[in-house]
């Protein structure tokens, strides 16, 4: 049975479905990346689950993991005999030696093709700006692995406005590849990208498929600390939102109480704002059956213009949290 609705990654025609499941969940924990990630079993009891509901669009990146986050995915759609053509598959290229050099592009490109397992991405982003490597050359690479057909769409992360356009303008002068989609840091708790970066991708018709929609869990619970593995190990989830916790708390309430109101889960009142604002496909990761099945529900869920005002009105503006600083 198929429980989810599909849209268009940009102008691309690659259809995906409106939930992308995260691979940052997958691959060997440990104490240099995460300690909370999934076995290969339970990685593929979760990819069972998501193409058993039509979820057909799956991120990961070369780093998650140390790799084995690729290699997982890779090898989980081929024991299941999932066909190639009936799965979206996309990943990463940054934080590796080189960065977005070219040599590093054309070396990292085949390393991910080989852990998945595939001989082509369907998206390939960069993850975040290099502000190290001209940008001719990074566009000029992400271009040549579309016309030899080992990338079909490319897209990007994290990164200022102003980046994403310029790096956009150099394409479209030079009649390459340019970008479809953008994987931002975008939640409720989190909405800097709403000045700048949001409006230039709606400029170029480029979709949203960000990343931490619930915001590393803190948009899942009534309290903000709430002792699972993920919360008691993860540093860079408390790096992200900590320092803003006394102003998010206000915000995590009211999504609380609408979630009551709805009679639904709290995860699925953040995911259903998402949707409200336009974007394609939040990517959601989990290490339990039931985050997924909740993220599947939040499809159907159509907020109402007002609850909508109602959960954005105590927002203040945070620190930049996800493009990098020189």
């Known amino acids: ?42 990685t593929k009891r979760m990819i069972s689950r998501a193409v058993d509901a039509g979820i057909n669009f799956i991120d990961t990146a070369n780093v998650y993991s140390k790799g084995t986050s690729e290699m997982f995915i890779g090898r989980a759609l081929k024991d299941l005999g999932v066909a190639r053509e009936d799965v979206v598959i996309a990943s990463k290229v940054y934080f590796n030696e080189g960065k977005l050099s070219r040599a590093a ?26 502000y190290g490597t001209p940008m001719e050359e990074t ?38 590849e340019m ?3 953008m994987q ?12 700048e970066l949001i409006p230039v991708c709606r400029q170029y018709g480029v ?31 408390r790096g992200k939102y900590d320092q803003a916790k006394k102003n998010d708390m ?7 109480e609408l979630s009551e109101r709805y009679g639904v889960s709290m995860s699925q009142i953040a995911l259903a704002w998402h949707f409200s604002k336009g974007v394609t496909a939040p990517i959601v990761g989990g290490s339990k059956i039931s985050h ?4 599947i529900g939040a499809v159907d869920i159509e907020l109402k213009p007002d609850d909508v005002r109602y959960l954005e009105e105590p927002y203040r503006a945070h620190e930049v949290v996800g493009a990098l600083q020189e």
């Open 250 to 256: 206000e915000i995590v309430g009211r999504v609380h």
């Open 139 to 176: 566009m000029s690479a992400l271009n040549e692995l579309v016309e030899s057909g080992k990338v079909r769409a490319i897209g990007a992360s994290a990164m200022y406005g102003y980046q994403f356009h310029n790096l956009q303008t150099i394409a479209e002068r030079n009649g390459w």
């Open 292 to 295: 997924l099945e909740e993220a």
């Open 105 to 130: 592009i054309m070396r990292e490109i085949d390393g991910t093709l080989e852990r998945l397992g595939t001989d082509y991405l369907d998206l390939y982003q960069i993850h975040r700006f290099d």
């Open 1 to 42: 049975m198929k429980d989810v609705r599909y849209a268009e990654l940009g102008r691309t025609g690659i259809k995906v479905s409106r939930i992308c499941l995260g691979g940052m969940s997958f691959g060997e924990p440990s104490a240099e990346f995460h300690q909370w990630t999934l076995g290969y079993e339970d």
């Open 207 to 237: 979709s949203l498929i960000p990343y931490s929609p619930l915001a590393s869990g803190h948009l899942s619970h009534a309290e903000w600390d709430y002792g699972s593995k993920r919360d008691t190990t993860d540093s860079v989830r």
């Open 179 to 181: 970008f479809s989609t």
């Open 184 to 195: 931002n840091h975008y939640n409720l708790l989190y909405r800097e990208d709403e000045r």
